[in-house]
């Protein structure tokens, strides 16, 4: 074993060579214990990859997406019978897998939920409209529901990063996992990425750290596979994996009516889309690119394709993803066996750093580019996919910003209106306005029809509701 001297000597070296022996210039303020922390961070470090990224994506000035675009059309959602009988078909095939124990519910929580700006792990906000339940719990209690209602047991597994692992984990166990078996709930961290400035320097946020950020959602097949995940998974017997974020306060968890499509398709990956608000709406479609299938970004669309129309007059891109997805296991470990790289993306970020006396400046404007991988780019690599349009109203309401659009405000109004819109549905009569309070626990009902099979009695909806 080398000692801390060697091992400084050597990184100091490959540093200097990639121009990043900068990183070093607290070295001689900090403690053994500091000393040996930041050799092993600075020891995980591609430098010559960093290089490779800057080049292309920051020092370059990278291209926009070059290349053909096209739309993709989605299966539609079922507005007559015969499109009612096609998702019966598929929702009985999707509920006989979830019956068999062959699916798992995977869940990414390992964002920073900047936006928001809440202190913890997003998925330890309190949401739910009477009851103020956590995310994490409203999701538990989903699973919790389903394990009843299919007699199956879903594995849960749960995407973190470094900097909300242990909170996430002891929240759990703080809560006895919400009731679902602790051997159900597989905890796995994905990686960490080094941030760079606008010359392609290292930024250090602390005189013995390098600021490093959550290599993003699509960091997730590197993780699955280098924390046994996907080896627990192939274990377990399971053949279909339902995706989804941690924010999401709609979400129809392991929908067997997607499962079923995704089965029907033979696909490896399939999607969840919802129509565009409008033209502009700040939302990547699903589409293709250079004939591949993918997320054409917000950015990488001109005005004009934004506005684009169909021959029936909606958009022509118009397939809105909401980040919900059913993966086949074997399309996971095979992606995670060939080390098939995603592509990175870049964004320009207000980045923490320490000024030349070491003292830690919070900049008021974006000051180095954060690199980040999407899961969706993974389309690209599927030979079959199904992608299916749903309601919005019904399945999408993700808690992004403190206020205003997509907010915990608009998350909680959205489940009170589609609680109100099942007691409507059963004959109660729901005032029409904006501010119910409305709470289905899952417990009771998962669904309309669920809810429409149980639902007795009398309620007052001046007050707040809660089943
Ligand atoms: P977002 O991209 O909306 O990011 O993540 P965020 O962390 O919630 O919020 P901002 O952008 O910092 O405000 C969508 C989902 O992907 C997860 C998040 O936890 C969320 O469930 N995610 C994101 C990860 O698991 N890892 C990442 O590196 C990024």
């Not at 470094?162 to 994905?190: C, I, K, M, W």
């Amino acid at each position: 074993m080398s000692t801390v001297k060697e091992q400084y000597a050597a990184l100091q070296h490959t540093a200097a060579s990639f121009g990043q022996e900068h990183i070093f210039r607290f070295w001689d303020s900090l403690s053994s214990q500091q000393r040996s922390n930041f050799l092993q961070q600075i020891q995980n470090i591609d430098f010559s990859a960093l290089q490779g990224l800057f080049d292309q994506y920051i020092g370059g000035g990278r291209a926009a997406v070059d290349g053909k675009l096209e739309p993709v059309k989605p299966i539609p959602i079922a507005r007559d019978a015969a499109g009612r009988k096609e998702r019966a078909r598929m929702r009985r095939a999707g509920e006989e897998m979830l019956r068999q124990g062959k699916v798992g519910a995977l869940l990414v929580a390992g964002g920073q939920g900047s936006r928001l700006g809440f202190d913890g792990p997003k998925g330890k906000f309190p949401i739910t409209p009477v009851k103020n339940k956590t995310l994490f719990q409203l999701h538990a209690e989903k699973l919790l529901a389903l394990n009843t209602r299919y007699d199956t047991r879903i594995p849960w597994y749960i995407m973190t990063s470094q900097s909300n692992d242990a909170e996430t984990r002891a929240y759990f166990e703080q809560h006895a996992y919400f009731g679902l078996p602790a051997e159900d709930v597989f905890f796995f961290q994905q990686g960490m990425m080094p941030a760079l400035d606008a010359s392609g320097k290292l930024i250090l946020d602390e005189p013995g750290h390098i600021f490093t950020n959550p290599d993003g959602h699509g960091g997730i097949f590197a993780a699955l596979a280098r924390t046994g995940a996907v080896d627990d998974m192939q274990q377990r017997g399971l053949e279909q994996l339902f995706y989804f974020q941690v924010d999401n306060v709609l979400v129809s968890l392991c929908d067997p009516v997607f499962i079923g499509y995704h089965l029907d398709r033979k696909a490896q990956m399939s999607a969840k889309v919802c129509p565009k608000r409008d033209a502009f709406e700040k939302v990547g479609v699903v589409g293709r690119i250079n004939g591949k299938l993918g997320v054409i970004e917000y950015s990488d669309l001109s005005d004009e394709l934004k506005q684009a129309r169909a021959e029936d007059g909606s958009l022509l891109y118009n397939a809105g993803s909401i980040a919900i997805h059913v993966l086949d296991v074997a399309f996971v470990a095979s992606l995670a066996g060939r080390k098939l790289e995603l592509p990175w993306h870049v964004a320009h970020k207000k980045i923490p750093y320490i000024d030349a006396e070491g003292k830690r400046i919070e900049p008021d404007a974006p000051n180095g580019y954060k690199f980040e991988k999407f899961i969706f780019d993974a389309l690209a690599w599927t030979e079959n996919s199904a992608i299916l349009e749903v309601e919005r109203s019904e399945e999408f309401s993700p808690v992004k910003n403190a206020d205003g659009e997509d907010s915990p405000a608009t998350a909680r109004r959205d489940m009170s209106q589609m609680y109100a819109r099942w007691f409507r549905a059963c004959g109660y009569e729901v005032p029409e306005r904006e501010n119910l309070q409305i709470e289905v626990s899952p417990a009771f009902a998962l669904d309309a029809d669920e809810f429409a099979a149980k639902i007795s009695g009398e309620f007052d909806f001046s007050r707040p509701v809660y089943l």
